[in-house]
């Protein structure tokens, strides 16, 4: 037979049974385990949400969200109070472009808006002489002078011819001092008497250039003419109009234009 030898048996310190030394690393484990256990017994079960707050600290947050809810419904309102102009015109201020100004575009409009027409001063009623034929004075000389002035302001010239002893001429004097008579003669005609009840021959000439047809004339001969000195009607040829207000203003009228 083969002899197994023996080792021999350590003695020391060291040489600890197994479970003793098993049971000293695990003891402060249990001794936590007993401890946590106590607590548990002490405290009582907990039946609150993990990750939720406790009720208390659920009324302090909604207390202090109530407290803070004023302060910010005050400032809201301040700020509202402070900006009316910007509440009040939301579509304005959407419709605004940062630094765009709405001046050019009312530049644009006020520029863009119609012009008055310019009107022009009526000129002054022209001078209307008065009754009666001045045999001294220089026909040719008054005639150049309507013409000139009929240049100017686009009036027609009448030329009178006619005699202080005649009795037409004299009620056709009376028609055109009338007011309204007098008001178309100062609108639109440059008046002048030549006198031709005289001894005259310059101022007869002036008649027959004017009238050239001859024969007999029957005062007053009434001659409407232009500013180049046309003849545009002539009474000898025509007629006189009846010498009353409505007869002589519908023939000034006619021949106005």
Same mark, same amino acid.
């Given at each position: ?50 990750? #939720? ?35 009040? #015109? ?88 009338? #007011? ?78």
């Amino acid at each position: 037979m083969t002899s197994r030898m023996l080792r021999p048996v350590r003695t020391g310190r060291h040489a600890q049974p197994r479970s003793a030394s098993f049971l000293k690393a695990r003891l402060p484990l249990v001794t936590a385990a007993v401890v946590a256990a106590g607590l548990c017994a002490a405290c009582g079960a907990s039946t609150q949400t993990v990750g #939720s707050a406790s009720p208390a600290s659920a009324g302090r947050s909604t207390q202090a969200t109530d407290l803070a809810t004023p302060s910010a419904s005050a400032s809201a309102s301040a700020s509202t109070e402070a900006s009316p102009s910007a509440s009040a #015109s939301p579509s304005a201020s959407a419709g605004t472009t940062p630094g765009s100004s709405p001046t050019p575009s009312l530049a644009r409009s006020s520029s863009a808006a119609p012009k008055p027409a310019r009107t022009s001063a009526a000129p002054a009623p022209a001078r209307i002489p008065g009754p009666g034929y001045d045999s001294s004075a220089d026909a040719q000389k008054l005639i150049d002078a309507a013409l000139s002035a009929a240049k100017a302001d686009g009036r027609m010239v009448l030329l009178d011819f006619g005699a202080n002893w005649c009795g037409n001429c004299k009620a056709a004097d009376k028609v055109f001092a009338q #007011s309204q008579t007098a008001a178309i003669l100062g609108a639109s005609y440059h008046l002048v008497k030549i006198d031709i009840g005289g001894n005259s021959s310059a101022n007869s000439a002036l008649l027959r250039k004017y009238s050239p047809s001859g024969g007999s004339y029957k005062m007053p001969v009434l001659i409407v003419v232009d500013s180049s000195g046309k003849v545009r009607t002539d009474t000898h040829a025509t007629g006189n109009p009846a010498l009353t207000a409505e007869g002589i203003n519908a023939f000034l009228r006619k021949w106005a234009s």
